[in-house]
């Protein structure tokens, strides 16, 4: 679901610079927006995690991955993630946040799943996948001659990473005290024991892996589209 959410991310980013006041004229604006749903394909970068899937995880490995997703306990986590994900569940989320944070007990086994699922950590990622799309798509629309350097932009959001990584965190732990609010405690500590198991967080780490770099793969093709299209639209000008 994040990574379908990447092409809204990138277009919401564009649409933020522009209202901001960045020069972008129409016409181009418009090819930029294009241009990143053409080369940012989520069943694309869907497609990658399958494919580092079947070569790290075996087959004995994944039937027991099944069981625990096919279980009743894992069945019951699966719909407490899916209907905590939507628009009207974050606004009571949101509502609900300082009562939630309330319960240590909880927060402290929020704090131990997220480093477990690595859910800030792909975050950020996306984030900052997010960050450098939008830059790099802005910086080749207003020079299309120049070579393009991120690196600026890199050291800037270098310099805001710790704020960023904390305000992330919070919404990562507000995330899943919600989610699982109504499950027993018990219950909890069966799914932190399972994704405490090798093979659970070989079969994390792996998406994590294969998704950032589909991600990074998604934005420098985006990046060369747009450089190829704007320089032919300077020439043809």
């Known amino acids: 679901m994040q990574i379908d959410q990447f092409p809204g991310l990138i277009n919401a980013g564009m649409e933020q610079a522009k209202q901001q006041g960045t020069p972008i004229p129409d016409a181009q604006y418009r090819s930029m927006v294009n241009s990143a749903d053409e080369s940012i394909v989520p069943s694309e970068i869907i497609e990658g995690i399958r494919i580092s899937l079947r070569k790290s995880i075996n087959e004995k490995e994944a039937k027991k991955l099944l069981a625990w997703y096919e279980s009743d306990l894992g069945r019951e986590i699966t719909r407490a993630e899916e209907s905590a994900s939507t628009p009207e569940s974050y606004q009571k989320m949101m509502q609900s946040a300082q009562s939630l944070l309330e319960n240590s007990e909880r927060v402290e086994f929020a704090n131990r799943l997220d480093v477990l699922m690595g859910a800030t950590d792909m975050t950020m990622g996306i984030q900052e996948h997010t960050g450098i799309a939008v830059y790099s798509a802005i910086m080749t629309a207003m020079q299309p001659d120049a070579p393009l350097n991120i690196e600026p932009f890199k050291a800037q959001m270098d310099a805001a990473s710790e704020q960023t990584r904390a305000a992330i965190k919070q919404m990562v732990t507000i995330s899943f005290l ?17 994704l405490n198991d090798a ?39």
């Open 178 to 194: 919600y989610s699982y609010r109504n499950i027993e405690t018990n219950n909890l500590k069966k799914y932190e024991k399972f």
């Open 199 to 237: 093979t659970t967080l070989k079969f994390n780490k792996t998406i994590m892996d294969s998704m950032n770099s589909g991600l990074e793969s998604s934005v420098s093709k985006w990046a060369d589209l747009l450089a190829k299209i704007f320089k032919s639209k300077k020439q043809q000008s």
